[in-house]
Each structure stands twice: as structure tokens, then as C-alpha cells.
């Protein structure tokens, strides 16, 4: 750790805080990342990217794909939950997304800021505190930061160190999913073509449930606008997909949960001080 303030720390090395510090590669400016995990790590999301933000992400697709998932995505299935399919193909030559696992991406692209703009990563330490002393700030009694960007999504510990109130007044989507590999007899008998994900809109239209193929894992999910008996909701929707024969009997029960607030209802402050 250096003596000196950082110019910038970034709490949360997910692909926001990585894009940041790659972003102010050049800059001349002295950068650390700060995250409670250690890298590759799991990452609940369903896991699709659209050609659009790898454009943004200047990420090169040859280099990405070296020992790593990432599936074209050319069209989407679309149906209620129990109901008649619709497919839509909207090319076979461009893809509309890609599909992606997240413990890769957000490693892949942590590596980056690493390297390619000299980062400095201090992983495995989850964020405390944060107190102004002089013209820096104190993270956890130990590191000095001029500036500290709050980069932990929907739970982010820094903007909570602002003040703002979590989960008190804001209006969120909650999802459960889960992301596993499928043995060679699972992948076989699996109708999910990876190419195509399939999208089951909730009977009230309040939120959706998605199969996800990439290669041979599968990443399934439903996520709503309220967390009102979401369990219940996604246990009959693992059921249903049971039945149908689209995903495996062994699929496990238990999901994994996790939230975030639609952009235009976020009430959050974004900066003080």
C-alpha cells in the first residue's frame, strides 16, 4: 500500500469499478480498487451483453473468448409462463447479444485495469468506514483516497456512508437464479438451443423468468418489481420448467437472490463533499 493518498479509490470491482480505472488509464493519476472479494468470484446475473456495450467496452472478442463462454445470441424465445412460444430470430449473421459468465467477464475485465493501467487491487477486504481527514479521505483506518467512488451496486457501502437509506423507499427488482453445469447426459436432453434464450413473462406482467444456455451451463431465473412471495413465484416456475422437459429433474431447489433499482425510480444521492 502506498504512503501516499490515492487519487482514486474505487469500493467494488465488478465491471463499473474496472471500467473506471481502465477508462483513467493515462491519466497520470495514482488508482486502487477495493473489493470484498477475490477474484474470480460467482456473480448472480443471467449473464447476457449486447454488442453495443462491448463496443463501449472496447473489449476485444477474440481475445475474450480465449478459454472463456461467450455465446452469440441471434434471437429470443418469448412466451407466458405456460403458455404458447413465440420465436424471434433477428439474424443469423450479427448477434443482437452475447452471453456471458460473469465470474469470467468481471475477472477478465479487473485483469485489464490491472494491467493495462496500472491498478493497484486490494481484494478480500470488505469496506467499514470512511472518515475525512485533512484534504483525503480514510477508508478503514488504512487507505487514503482523495477521491472515493462508490462502485458496489445496489448494496454499495459507500453510498450508504453518504447517508442515503437502503431498501427504505426505493421500488426494486428482486430476482433468484441459479447458473450450474449440466452433465454431457443433461446437455444432450436440454431443447434450449444457446443461441436463442427463452423469456417467460409473468401472468401479471410484473416481472419475468429466463433459461439461459452457455455451452453446457445453464443459467435460470425470474426476477420481479416486488419481492412478494418471490420464492413461491420461482418454485413454480422451476417446476414448470421441469415438466416441460426444458431443464434438468436435478436442478437444484435453492437460488440465489440479489436486487437493483430501476435507473429512472433511483432516488439515491450520487455526490457530497
Known amino acids: ?129 470512511m472518515t475525512k481527514v485533512d484534504d483525503h479521505w480514510l477508508v478503514n483506518g488504512t487507505h487514503k483516497a482523495r477521491l472515493v467512488v462508490g462502485a458496489g451496486g445496489h448494496f454499495c457501502p459507500v453510498v450508504r456512508a453518504m447517508g442515503a437509506k437502503l431498501g427504505s423507499s426505493e421500488t426494486i427488482v428482486a430476482a433468484q437464479e441459479i447458473e450450474f453445469e449440466m452433465s454431457p447426459e443433461q446437455a444432450a436432453a436440454c431443447p434450449v438451443e444457446a443461441d436463442v434464450p427463452e423469456l417467460f413473462f409473468c401472468e401479471d406482467l410484473s416481472g419475468y423468468g429466463w433459461v439461459v444456455r452457455k455451452d453446457n451451463f445453464l443459467n435460470i431465473g425470474l426476477g420481479r418489481e416486488d419481492n412478494h412471495k418471490l420464492s413461491e413465484h420461482v418454485g413454480v416456475f422451476r417446476q414448470q420448467l421441469v415438466d416441460s422437459g426444458k431443464i434438468p429433474a436435478e436442478t437444484p431447489l435453492k437460488f440465489h437472490g440479489h436486487a437493483y433499482i430501476l435507473y429512472p425510480q433511483a432516488t439515491r444521492p450520487l455526490l457530497t463533499d
Open 1 to 129: 500500500m502506498t504512503t501516499d493518498p490515492y487519487d482514486v479509490l474505487i469500493v467494488g470491482g465488478g465491471p463499473a469499478g474496472s471500467t473506471l480505472a481502465w477508462t483513467l488509464r493515462n491519466s497520470g493519476l495514482n488508482i486502487a480498487i477495493l473489493d470484498k472479494a477475490t477474484f474470480p468470484r460467482d456473480k448472480i446475473c443471467a449473464g447476457w451483453v449486447t454488442p453495443a456495450v462491448m463496443e463501449e467496452l472496447e473489449l476485444d472478442l477474440d481475445d475474450y473468448q480465449q478459454g472463456r463462454t461467450l455465446q452469440p445470441v441471434f434471437g429470443f424465445r418469448v412466451s407466458q409462463i405456460g403458455k404458447r412460444e413465440i420465436e424471434t430470430r433477428y439474424s443469423n449473421e450479427a448477434p443482437v447479444s452475447y452471453s456471458i459468465r460473469r465470474c469470467e467477464f468481471d475477472h477478465y475485465l479487473l485483469e485489464r485495469a490491472k494491467e493495462t493501467a496500472d491498478v493497484e487491487l486490494i481484494l478480500g477486504e470488505k469496506f467499514k468506514s
